[in-house]
Nanobody, 134 residues
């Protein structure tokens, strides 16, 4: 059973920082894709960042949405089976419900190419809210 548990959301002022955490259980962490999405009411869910937790020898293991590139960083702690989203320089438009997501684990056939497909994520956490005040 794949389960995702997010934490770390909260309220921050414009320009501030937050770090979100996503604990991935059910053997879905290793050699898989884990991503962060966000959604505001009446808008489609947006892919924010994705990470491939498999082969660590390459540099191409992360992907970012255009609106957060350069401000957000996705990283993983293999021992904790946790993926983090560090958000710096927060803007009012970053306020949203943030969701952690992953795919059915299939390490033998998973590469960063699979992780780039925002539509392929099918397991979701309950979400954590981020509020940015000016």
């Amino acid at each position: 059973l794949v389960q995702l548990s997010e934490s770390g959301g909260g309220s921050v002022e414009v320009g501030g920082s937050l770090r979100l955490s996503c604990l991935v259980s059910g053997d879905a962490y290793e050699g898989n894709c884990v991503a962060w999405f966000r959604q505001i009411p009446e808008k489609e869910r947006e892919g924010v960042a994705a990470i491939y937790t498999g082969d660590r020898s390459g540099d191409d293991r992360t992907q970012y949405g255009d609106s957060v590139n350069g401000r957000f960083t996705i990283s993983g702690d293999d021992a904790l089976k946790t993926v983090f989203l560090t958000m710096n320089g927060l803007k009012p438009e970053d306020a949203a419900m943030y969701y952690c997501a992953t795919m059915p684990p299939f390490p033998a056939a998973t590469t960063m190419r699979r992780c780039r497909n925002w539509l392929a994520y099918s397991y979701w956490g309950q979400g954590t809210r981020v509020t940015v005040s000016s």
